[in-house]
């Protein structure tokens, strides 16, 4: 009887293991399907949208499926990302073209490479340009409507030593390749399209210059935006020249591999830091309202805890995302609350001292009572390459 007892029991134990370990493998979703929420108030009454406007996938030099960049999109706490592959620059097509061998028409098979998947400084043979440039976004489409990620349709344009653009809400990324990059950036305007100027070049002569190429490009009001920040590079000396020409700041991954290998691994404190976002003021997530809002410059870059745009929308955005509340006193000094409410940490000084403000967090610091107000520059944030937005914080 006792040894029908104890089997009984580990029977039950071990259906109850299997059970268990069954229902845990019917689990939708895991610990690596979890969101990392980035949380911004709302601004002048519009909501503040975190995009990536500048990533790649198999379908040009990237290492992931446009499924996975989605996916990671989503879970990094974005809103949207535009899927940007290389027309000329297609690497991985290679392997595709092996892989895909019987399949492929009797005339092209037997080929020791794919055709023309590299025409940045040659023109295509007779063969033309033969892959559907729209397959990348229809698919990446598909993950983002199952996860709620708005995939904006997009293409890079690229040439060795004349630089590297985004046209972002294409039409049709087929009818956009010409062997002229500047033909190539025409094309995709006449669809309406967002043309960025990615990681932008300068004149090795002089840092603070950019090409006479750019130049032109800009003399024709072919460029709308620009990246103040790419990958781990920003470009301080070039925040003049947006704001100033009032092209719409951008910062974005370029992202190849995986934002956890360039953004996450090796870091050896707890400091928070994102990927590299275009948070952009819109009314709501669709295309036509980002669209609207990108043209219309209401965009913050965000890069490395740093923030670059306008001093007006760096203020407004500081202000309904930090509260400073008087909470006691002593002698002729106040205590002042400083509370973030967003997931951005803010560096500010005020009475001649730095306060790191954390994210989600509450910093004390001491005021003068006579004043009544505090001076506030924040940090990092920037309005201009040598300038940081300043304010006066009235005390209640």
Not at 108 to 115: M, N, S, T, V
Not at 154 to 172: C, H, M, Q, S
Not at 344 to 360: C, D, N, Q, S
Request: with cysteine; glycine share 6%.
């Amino acid at each position: 009887m006792r040894n029908f007892t104890t089997f009984a029991v580990v029977a039950l134990v071990c259906i109850g293991s299997t059970q268990s370990f069954a229902q845990t493998e019917k689990r939708p979703f895991g610990a690596r399907h979890t969101r990392q929420e980035i949380i911004f108030p709302k601004v002048n009454g519009l909501t503040v949208y975190k995009t990536d406007l500048h990533t790649h996938t198999i379908y040009s030099d990237g290492e992931v499926t446009p499924a996975f960049r989605v996916h990671e999109a989503w879970r990094d706490g974005l809103d949207a990302v535009a899927i940007t592959d290389h027309i000329e620059y297609r690497r991985i097509e290679r392997d595709m073209y092996k892989f895909m061998q019987p399949y492929i028409k009797d005339e092209l098979r037997g080929k020791k490479y794919a055709i023309n998947t590299n025409v940045m400084t040659v023109a295509p043979d007779e063969n033309g340009l033969l892959v559907d440039f729209n397959v990348p976004y229809e698919t990446a489409r598909k993950k983002g409507d199952e996860l709620g990620i708005l995939v904006i349709r997009g293409v890079e344009i690229t040439r060795k030593n004349l630089g590297d653009y985004n046209a972002l809400f294409t039409k049709d990324n087929n009818s956009i390749y010409d062997p002229g990059a500047v033909q190539a950036i025409r094309n995709a305007r006449a669809q309406g399209a967002f043309i960025i100027h990615n990681h932008p070049q300068f004149d090795r002569n002089n840092e603070n210059k950019l090409t006479d190429f750019c130049n032109s490009l800009y003399a024709e009001g072919l460029i709308d935006g620009v990246e103040v920040g790419n990958s781990c590079y920003f470009y301080r000396w070039i925040i003049d020249h947006v704001l100033n020409g009032k092209y719409t700041p951008c910062a974005d991954t370029d992202v190849h591999s995986t934002t956890d290998i360039d953004y996450k691994s090796g870091r050896r404190d707890n400091t928070v830091r994102y990927r590299n976002m275009t948070l952009v003021f819109a009314k709501s997530c669709d295309e036509e309202s980002l669209h609207k809002a990108l043209l219309d410059g209401r965009t913050v870059a965000y890069h490395d805890n740093m923030l670059v745009g306008s001093e007006k929308l760096l203020t407004d955005l500081f202000k309904a995302s930090v509260k400073f509340e008087v909470a006691g006193k002593s002698g002729k000094k106040l205590s002042v609350a400083v509370t973030n409410n967003s997931s951005m940490p803010y560096i500010i000084k005020a009475e001649r001292t730095v306060h790191h403000i954390e994210p989600l967090g509450t910093t004390m610091i001491s005021v003068n009572e006579e004043s009544g107000k505090i001076n506030v520059s924040v940090e990092n944030m920037w309005c201009g390459s040598n300038c940081h937005p300043t304010m006066e914080i009235r005390l209640k």
